[in-house]
């Protein structure tokens, strides 16, 4: 189990890093033209750059303090967070009537919670 949650793990900080660096590395109004991002429209710049942030940090979480074994506890609370930003995601793609990304966001929140609570309980560093 505990191979299976690294690649877990491993997958999600390799999506949510890309994801945060793309956010935090371009402007608005280029995260705009991609027709997979008209969601940024809705969104302040400072707020797409927080999102960002949040997802490239959660992404280190999730890896660095199991790696180093410095303070495990922040890979379950890493996971919690990013789960809680597909949440948001999951809201705000069905306020807008995106059907496609809601299920992406959705496997996306499952397999965070996964990390989190096996993480936290049965199989914790």
């Known amino acids: 189990m505990n191979v299976f949650l690294w690649i877990v793990a491993g997958v999600l900080a390799a999506f949510f890093l890309a994801a945060g660096v793309t956010k935090l590395s371009q402007s608005k109004a280029k995260l705009g033209e991609n027709p997979q991002m008209g969601w940024t429209k809705d969104f302040s710049a400072g707020t ?3 999102i960002g942030a949040a997802e490239a940090l959660g992404a280190l979480g999730l890896i660095l303090p199991g790696a180093l074994d410095i303070a495990p506890v922040l890979v379950p609370l890493a996971a919690t967070g990013l789960a809680v930003i597909m ?4 809201v705000v793609h069905a306020r807008r009537k995106e059907s496609q990304p809601i299920i992406l966001n959705a ?5 965070a919670l996964v990390v989190a609570i096996f993480r936290f309980g049965p199989n914790s560093f």
């Open 48 to 50: 797409l750059k927080l």
């Open 107 to 111: 496997v996306i929140l499952v397999l």
């Open 87 to 90: 949440l948001g995601a999951i």
